[in-house]
């Protein structure tokens, strides 16, 4: 019923979850970006942010010295120190950016892959349209998120007052602290604070990451025609590729049908693997190769090398190497020609034991 409603009832193929990425329909976090980012801005700071305040402050306090400011307005070398203050705030901060341009590029690596597509430059008139642009705004993917948004902020608000309670009496006893002591305390508070606020941003993040991979899903859900519109296209008419299927398997009975009776002897397993060997000695140099098949085919073998009086025999090591390295009509390498020779040896032995008798 589902099928004849037209209903996308199917997870989506490899092929439409492709065809999606290089259109950017893919399942991407901000909010999980963003909180990478933070936390990464934060290490950064606690590690680099000492030194930088103490460069900065060193800039400032050499660019506002009295000598320097006398060579600027005497000597006209304003634009020199502009210069030399923008080369050295660039040195300074320049690692920062960095690590955070590189951060942001691994956190999107991370939830997309790598991936290059120019479907996604390619301008989109259709999102012109205004009418197209309030049905969006007013559809209810629009008010979920807008609704989820909302959620995701009182959330962090609320931590924020929870973990400034909890640092009340903190902040109450700064009246008593000394500058030194106020500032440090101050910065710890922040930093205790921070880490609240950055943990609830992660796990918002991840939480979000999962549902966008679970609503892309749904969006690409396909119909079984859909499916089967793909596979036909991808692999070919299910129904042509089993007739296919019938057909060799119809070529392959035939051929054993033809070539096991001319068999000296039917070498099995006993139960995966048979291999039906030939040889005569004035047209052959050594035993070849005229059938082989495992599990059904070889139990096909058997039964045909039954009919037709072959004798089976078993030797599941030789059966095995056989079945493994020797090609249908050809003939076995010299490594086996010692075991097919006993082989042989027994068989015709029993033939003339059966003649006598």
Do not use: C
Request: glycine share 6%; no cysteine; proline share 4%.
């Amino acid at each position: 019923m589902a099928e004849d409603m037209g209903e996308r009832t199917e997870l989506p193929t490899a092929r439409k979850r492709s065809e999606a990425a290089n259109k950017g329909q893919i399942a991407k976090s901000v909010d999980l970006t963003g909180a990478v980012l933070l936390i990464g801005a934060a290490a950064m700071l606690g590690a680099l942010g000492a030194s930088i305040f103490r460069a900065m402050w060193r800039l400032t306090g050499h660019m506002l010295s009295p000598s320097v400011i006398a060579s600027d307005v005497a000597g006209g070398r304003v634009s020199t120190d502009l210069q030399l203050a923008l080369w050295e705030t660039l040195r300074m901060i320049g690692p920062f950016v960095l690590a955070m341009m590189v951060l942001g590029y691994v956190a999107g690596v991370l939830q997309v892959g790598f991936m290059v597509s120019d479907k996604i430059l390619n301008p989109d008139w259709s999102r012109l349209n205004p009418f197209a642009g309030l049905g969006r705004l007013f559809s209810r993917r629009t008010l979920v998120k807008t609704v989820v948004d909302v959620l995701k902020m009182s959330l962090v608000f609320g931590i924020a007052i929870v973990a400034i309670r909890s640092e009340w009496e903190g902040i109450v006893a700064l009246a008593a602290l000394d500058i030194a002591a106020a500032f440090m305390a101050i910065v710890w508070m922040v930093v205790r604070l921070a880490m609240w606020i950055l943990a609830v941003m992660l796990l918002v993040g991840v939480v979000d990451y999962a549902y966008q991979r679970w609503q892309t899903t749904e969006d690409l859900r396909m119909t079984k025609q859909e499916v089967k519109d793909e596979m036909r296209s991808t692999d070919g008419d299910p129904e042509v590729k089993s007739r296919r299927l019938r057909m060799a398997r119809q070529i392959a009975m035939q051929r054993l049908q033809r070539d096991v009776p001319k068999a000296d002897v039917i070498v099995t397993n006993p139960t995966h693997f048979s291999v039906a060997l030939a040889y005569e000695e004035k047209t052959m140099r050594a035993p070849r190769v005229v059938a082989k098949g495992a599990d059904y085919l070889a139990l096909k073998i058997r039964y045909i090398a039954a009919a037709h009086g072959v004798p089976i025999v078993e030797r599941p090591p030789l059966a095995r190497a056989l079945y493994g390295q020797a090609e249908v009509g050809r003939e076995i390498s010299p490594e086996h020609y010692e075991a097919v020779a006993e082989v042989l040896a027994y068989v015709y032995r029993l033939e003339g034991r059966l003649a006598a008798s």
